[in-house]
DNA sequence: CCTACCGATCGGTAGG
DNA sequence: CCTACCGATCGGTAGG
């Protein structure tokens, strides 16, 4: 792997555990074998480290915009699912997304809230439209702001991620499901109740018989 | 007002804005017009005063506790949207404990889940008992698994309080409200549509007409 | 409550 | 890719 990469990689999970302020880049750059002003080589400043680690890390959401269009060609429940397992997916596979993300919304809002829109527009767009077609058709509730609602699943489904090591303890955790996978299936089931017509869910519940 | 205390409100909202690396003892002592030294008398170390900023932001907490009973007086719906309104208020009341309770949880998942346990406990029983009493009576889902539900409520209301700030610029905000006001509109109908037997909220809706 | 000071660590540079 | 070094700032102490 290229020394570039490795940087980017070491730098992304300390950043996500310790912050940006904990981490120094002498830690950064011992974790990957080198010293400190060789990494200053390849990123010639810690700032310029942070944007290049932020800068990946939301490109890597461009993979995932590819099967959401797939998955438009599915309808009602169908699409919903897949929209939010892709959602759920990004963040599950690699939790350091949500708690950088997270901690760069509370260190720098407005920063982030420049490049979250910039990469998350088109997806927000292309969802809320979903949700109003389904508001006409009367499959969703009428009472949902489709804005609205995106930023509190997502928010809901980053906070979920982020904080499943250190709150897991509050659960009792007796069942035969990992803490992550039970805080996943309630953020999905939190996400769907709250957005469709419980008429419609229920005559549509056979075929999510798993999901609950 | 008693040294100590300008002390921990100026820690409070320097460690909630940047952070507890990103908040030096001088900062925190210039901004309540003292010198370093003078700062360490009265916390003997940094990690001290970080243990006193929360332990005085969770013991806020228990203030609330008094009407939380008080709201169990009242039964369904009415006791669920008091007990929603006090948990979002507390936040609202004052986004620093929002944004601090966030970090702590990002920086120390272990210290803070002890925390939480002992101050959020009494709470977390008293609402999973009543979850679980509106289970067996049919106004409450059967699908909902009681204390992830309320970890999952609570993790929304603090990056919901935490956030208003960073991604209200991907709103339209083209109504009256407020974005704060927005949120934790949607927040409570997240919250409400996500508990409820849709049955039993469609005759009860009436009461809460201007909570939607 | 202050001035003066400590060693350690920070981000970054010089130079090879 | 390294060693050696820079000024600035960190948390904390001595002493009054």
Redesign the pocket.
């Known amino acids: 792997m290229e020394?570039r990469e490795r940087?980017l990689q070491a730098a992304t999970r300390l950043m996500a555990e310790k912050g940006y302020?904990g981490?120094?880049?002498?830690?950064v750059?011992t974790s990957?074998?080198?010293?400190?002003?060789?990494?200053?080589?390849?990123f010639?400043?810690?700032?310029?480290?942070r944007k290049a680690v932020l800068e990946q890390l939301l490109s890597r959401w461009n993979d995932v915009l590819p099967r959401l269009l797939m998955a438009s060609a599915q309808t009602g429940l169908n699409k919903f699912d897949a929209v939010m397992q892709e959602l759920l997916s990004f963040f599950a596979d690699d939790p350091d997304r949500a708690r950088l993300l997270l901690r760069e919304m509370l260190d720098r809002p407005g920063e982030i809230e420049q490049a979250l829109r910039a990469f998350g527009r088109p997806w927000v767009e292309v969802v809320s439209e979903y949700i109003r077609k389904g508001q006409e058709s009367g499959q969703i509730l009428k009472s949902v702001d489709p804005e609205a609602y995106i930023l509190h699943v997502s928010s809901l489904a980053l906070a979920t991620v982020s904080s499943v090591h250190g709150t897991q303890g509050l659960l009792d955790n007796g069942g035969e499901l990992s803490p992550l996978e039970r805080a996943l299936g309630e953020v999905a089931r939190i996400a769907r109740t709250s957005l469709f017509d419980a008429g419609y869910l229920a005559h549509r519940q056979k075929e999510l018989g798993d999901l609950d």
Chains 1, 2 share one sequence.
Do not use: E, M, N, Q
């Open positions: 020394i940087i302020d981490t120094s880049l002498a830690a750059a990957v074998g080198i010293k400190k002003p060789s990494l200053l080589y390849h010639d400043s810690k700032p310029r480290l």
